[in-house]
């Protein structure tokens, strides 16, 4: 071969290694400056990360692991079944990446667990990429500090749930900074900042078993997805996810509104209002399901659209009409216990239908027996009648249905009058305990066909 052709090769191989990208040439794991080149390590054997050594060399780091920062460079890390825990409370797991070569950063599969006591960042390079978090198959990102603890998760290019958990060993809460997407568990306390989102994409749902607390984000899905709480979802924001509630909806935040625009199903409770001094505002715009309903001293409804269905209690501690919206009512439907009533009693008059604490609409099923009460003074007893009274533009019910009026004024709208409530049917509607008097005409015409049937039996005795 004569120089001219090796100049040649040469040139050849250094233009090659040229375009090699700067990712692949000098992929790295740093800890505390330790640095291992190209190193795409697979966690397969013991590994007590953390604590005694890391698995790249296996050169002991005790003082640094306990109390250093883990640095991720471009390492595709996967966890089969394994754990990787990191001490110190001020460890830090920042995931830096340069390219888009190894974005997809650290997957955590089969029971593997990243604990942390510390927060999750993400260092963006020149390039502008950012890392993936992809927890599956059961996989956990955990929290190991303390109850109450907050650790947060920001500017990490993605968070993927794939059948894993965002976790707590004691009670650590993970501070959501950043969007979250996919399906599996929320099984550690967690707050929901106003910039996130969480996005719920599969028919499998995203499971809320530790109380979320909603700072002003949003609760979504694409497709099929969906949300299932079993503790208590709290906040404010949005919630326009189908979401089956077997623990508490509770919207709270003083002078901030949550607005339900996907459907709530299921037998847990919701409360408007976290506490009596709770300004908190809910606007629900779909249908929503409960077992008991609580509107709070200082909190208001605001229903646009939808139906609000009851198995248990409509519980109302609220003291101005302001605080329930549509001026025309709420619509609702219940099959039992009881439903606290709130309105002035003007009597039958058109007045007592509008921003009165009355209802658009009442369905009672077939199973439901309602009993009407006035436990609370929601600032309208006085009227007509002493004790609070409702307003009911339309009534309707299955046959079977029974409505407990418990001696309280019931006024509805009858052929487009308003019309007190007696007792007896209206329309498949038993209605019972009325105290509407009976009209002295009927009484007459009772007393009249009394006295004919003792004329005539007094003639065929004689």
Same mark, same amino acid.
């Given at each position: 071969?004569?120089?001219r052709k090796a ?57 640094q692991a306990k ?41 955590? @599969? !089969?029971? #593997?667990? +990243?604990?942390?006591? =510390? ?5 963006? $390079?020149?390039? *502008?990429?950012? %890392? /993936?978090?992809?927890? @599956? !198959?059961? #996989?956990? +990102?955990?929290?190991? =500090? ?5 650790? $947060?998760?920001? *500017?990490?290019? %993605? /968070? ?11 009670? =650590? ?8 997407? *996919? ?33 002003g984000g949003t ?244």
């Amino acid at each position: 071969m004569n120089s001219r052709k090796a100049l040649i090769l040469i040139a050849l191989a250094l233009a090659c290694l040229l375009m090699v990208p700067p990712n692949v040439q000098a992929t790295s794991y740093s800890w505390y400056g330790t640095y291992n080149s190209a190193w795409n390590y697979l966690i397969s054997g013991s590994s007590n990360w953390g604590s005694s050594t890391y698995p790249g060399n296996g050169t002991s780091y005790t003082d640094q692991a306990k109390i250093g920062d883990l640095f991720f460079n471009n390492l595709p890390i996967t966890l089969n079944g394994k754990t990787i825990l990191l001490g110190g409370a001020t460890t830090v797991l920042t995931i830096t990446t340069y390219g888009n070569y190894y974005t997809n950063a650290l997957n955590l @599969n !089969n029971l #593997g667990i +990243l604990g942390l006591k =510390g927060n999750v960042s993400n260092n963006a $390079s020149f390039y *502008g990429h950012k %890392s /993936i978090i992809t927890i @599956n !198959n059961n #996989g956990q +990102l955990r929290n190991d =500090g303390s109850a109450g603890t907050h650790y $947060s998760i920001s *500017g990490v290019g %993605s /968070i993927t749930l794939a059948g894993g958990s965002l976790s707590s060993l004691s009670g =650590g809460v993970w501070d959501i900074q950043q969007n979250v997407t *996919g399906y599996g568990y929320l099984s550690a306390p967690t707050t929901l900042n106003s910039t996130s989102t969480i996005t719920a994409n599969n028919s499998t749902p995203i499971y809320v078993s530790g109380n979320l607390d909603n700072q002003g984000g949003t609760l979504t899905a694409t497709g099929s997805g969906s949300f299932s709480n079993s503790a208590t979802l709290s906040g404010y924001g949005t919630i326009s996810a189908p979401v089956t509630n077997s623990g508490t909806v509770t919207a709270s935040g003083s002078g901030q509104t949550l607005t339900v625009t996907g459907v709530v199903s299921g037998s847990g409770n919701v409360n408007v209002g976290a506490n009596a001094s709770d300004t908190v505002t809910m606007a629900v715009a779909s249908n929503l399901a409960a077992n008991n309903f609580t509107l709070n001293q200082s909190a208001s409804l605001n229903q646009t659209a939808g139906t609000i269905t009851l198995s248990g209690n409509f519980n109302n501690y609220a003291i101005s009409e302001s605080q329930w919206l549509p001026a025309g009512g709420i619509n609702l439907s219940m099959t039992g216990s009881t439903f606290e009533v709130a309105g002035y009693d003007y009597g039958a008059v058109n007045t007592g239908f509008s921003s009165n604490f009355n209802l658009a609409s009442l369905y009672l099923p077939a199973s439901a027996d309602l009993l009407l009460a006035d436990l609370v003074n929601n600032g309208n007893q006085g009227g007509e009648h002493t004790l609070e009274a409702l307003y009911i533009t339309s009534l309707t019910g299955a046959l079977g249905a029974q409505l407990d009026l418990n001696g309280l004024w019931c006024y509805v709208m009858k052929d487009g009058s308003p019309y007190a409530l007696p007792n007896g049917y209206y329309g498949n509607v038993l209605v019972t305990d009325s105290p509407v008097p009976i009209p002295g005409s009927v009484l007459l015409l009772g007393t009249g066909l009394l006295g004919l049937g003792l004329v005539r039996w007094r003639r065929r005795k004689s």
